[in-house]
């Protein structure tokens, strides 16, 4: 029987990783095309948290809790609070945007936000790649939102504004994490953000009175989607960077807007427009392009 290379082993995982946050976009669509806000958010977060936490407690990485310092559990409470705050614009997003592959592709706009951030708050430096992708990748998302018109308030498909809240606060978040953190694994990371997520919706829905009582039937949908997304994403991207570098992963995760696009039309039956799709395929190549410059820019300092 013939071995997988580390590098097909990298890229196996990649693509696992690809579907599982591609399927993230189809379930919490379904789901939330049933339920409120808050309904889903506590019970798809209170399913993946106890799948993450689960997997932390077989392999040990909560230990690392032991050691934590004062500075530690800040990083924690501000990682907290800027992933609640994108969580909830992410899937308002979804509930409101009716094809959620428009989201997904306009969701490459994070590494331009990353790439702007960096700039003015770390003062990195940067080449013409990675601007000519930053303008090629804001021209797709002015193509996908784009709907008509020539007033503000009539020239962008709604649920626009949460993609850009949620993709700026990731992007805040993403400085926040290189910068201070250097020893947080992903899975305690990932644990974290889901407390303070859960917490909230449930807060939300004790004040509220909306009730926690959501369709039996979607039960499935739950535990498949929790699966697959907060859990099966964080661990297979985790084993991809075992084998193959960031910036590979990172040009196949551009191209998840393809495979939710594929997902919304067999369980929606829609599908974007051509102008959305001509975006959308700007957008994949515009991220590409400067998670390129950026990788070329680390290999002419070396």
């Known amino acids: 029987m013939t071995r997988l290379s580390d590098t097909a082993k990298g890229y196996f995982f990649t ?55 004062r500075k530690d559990y800040l990083i924690l409470l501000a990682n907290g609070l800027l992933e609640l705050t994108a969580t909830y614009f992410f899937y308002k997003a979804i509930q409101t945007v009716p094809n959620p592959s428009l989201v997904s592709f306009m969701g490459n706009l994070s590494p331009v936000f990353v790439f702007v951030l960096g700039t003015l708050l770390l003062h990195e430096r940067f080449n013409k790649v990675e601007i000519l992708g930053a303008l090629i990748t804001l021209a797709g998302a002015f193509m996908i939102s784009y709907k008509g018109g020539i007033r503000l308030q009539d020239m962008f498909i709604h649920g626009s504004q949460y993609v850009l809240l949620f993709v700026s606060i990731f992007a805040v978040n993403s400085i926040l994490l290189k910068t201070y953190v250097r020893r947080l694994s992903p899975v305690v990371l ?12 449930g807060i939300w829905l004790w004040v509220s009175g909306r009730g926690f009582a959501v369709p039996r039937d979607l039960w499935i949908y739950y535990a498949i989607g929790a699966f697959l997304g907060p859990f099966l ?30 997902g919304a039309y067999l369980v929606f039956h829609r599908l974007p427009t051509g102008l959305q799709i001509l975006g959308g395929l700007l957008s994949i190549i515009g991220a590409v392009m400067i998670i390129l410059g950026r990788k070329r820019l680390k290999i002419s300092k070396e």
């Open 15 to 69: 693509f696992v990783s690809v579907l599982a946050v591609s399927s993230v976009y189809i379930f919490s669509k379904f789901i939330l095309n049933r339920v409120s806000l808050p309904q889903f958010g506590f019970w798809w977060f209170l399913a993946g948290g106890m799948y993450i936490t689960l997997y932390g407690l077989a392999r040990g990485s909560f230990r690392i809790y032991r050691s934590f310092g």
């Open 190 to 201: 990932t644990v974290n953000r889901i407390i303070f997520i859960l917490v909230f919706f």
């Open 233 to 262: 994403t964080v661990i297979s991207a985790l084993t991809a960077l075992k084998y193959i570098e960031v910036s590979k992963k990172s040009i196949l995760g551009t191209t998840k807007g393809l495979f939710v696009m594929l």
